[in-house]
């Protein structure tokens, strides 16, 4: 079962701050990774996936990928308020065997 | 957009009863996945189906049963409710080529 880590637990920022957060896997096989939101009280919604070495940017939102070391980060610009949410990584290994598993998420929050 | 819909959105059971929760989706999806999200945890993978009649078991299935009778349904059973099953319950439908997955609502569970 291959788990999947991220750090930080929590984040604080301030409002128009950079967050960065981080995931790593421990399975050698994972070749996808996504980012979901989760709004307090909500369900989760994709925000980012990456399946290539390098970087990704959407908007404020970038993210990283070393499939070397399989660790991605994402990197929130400018944070806002609204930007205050769980996050979580996922990870899946290639071929029919398709279930994301993911990580504890991380907290962020942004303060005004 | 794609659509899950689960039911009931809470539930309250008492210890030693059975619940069933259900989930349909108009995505038109091979896979779904029933998880289960609990602070501290993440989302955890209980059971999944790669479509109807077949289902698997996840990182968590112990209590659990799972039943996928169409395309379209798959439901999370529990025989017998305990204490240790209260929790926020969500479906999730998706195939590789979608690139994410579509969760629903959720169910938030006490089994009291």
């Known amino acids: 079962q291959q788990k999947v880590q991220q750090s930080p637990e929590s984040l604080i920022v301030p409002e128009g701050g950079m967050a960065s957060l981080n995931c790593t896997s421990s399975?050698?096989?994972?070749?996808y990774f996504w980012w979901y939101r989760q709004h307090s009280g909500k369900s989760p919604k994709m925000l980012m996936?990456?399946?290539?070495?390098g970087e990704k940017e959407e908007g404020r939102f970038t993210v990283h990928l070393n499939k070397a070391s399989l660790h991605t980060s994402l990197h929130i610009r400018d944070s806002q308020p609204s930007d205050s949410a769980l996050y979580l990584c996922?990870?899946?290994?290639?071929?029919?065997?398709?279930?994301?598993?993911f990580g504890k998420g991380t907290s962020l929050v942004v303060h005004p | 957009e794609a659509a899950v819909t689960q039911s009931p959105r809470n539930k309250v059971a008492v210890t030693g009863g059975k619940v069933t929760l259900s989930c349909n989706q108009t995505n038109n999806h091979n896979n779904m996945y029933w998880y289960r999200q609990d602070t501290g945890h993440g989302l955890r993978l209980i059971h999944y189906?790669?479509?109807?009649?077949?289902?698997e078991k996840g990182d968590i299935p112990d209590g659990y049963k799972a039943s996928r009778p169409s395309q379209e349904n798959f439901s999370l059973i529990l025989e017998l409710a305990t204490p240790s099953q209260t929790s926020v319950y969500f479906c999730?439908?998706?195939?590789?080529?979608?690139?994410?997955?579509?969760f629903g609502a959720g169910t938030r569970l006490s089994v009291l």
């Open positions: 189906s790669y479509g109807a009649g077949s289902t």
């Open positions: 999730a439908s998706g195939d590789p080529g979608e690139n994410t997955l579509y």
């Open positions: 399975d050698r096989n994972v070749d």
């Open positions: 996922a990870a899946s290994i290639p071929g029919g065997n398709y279930k994301p598993t």
């Open positions: 996936s990456i399946f290539s070495n």
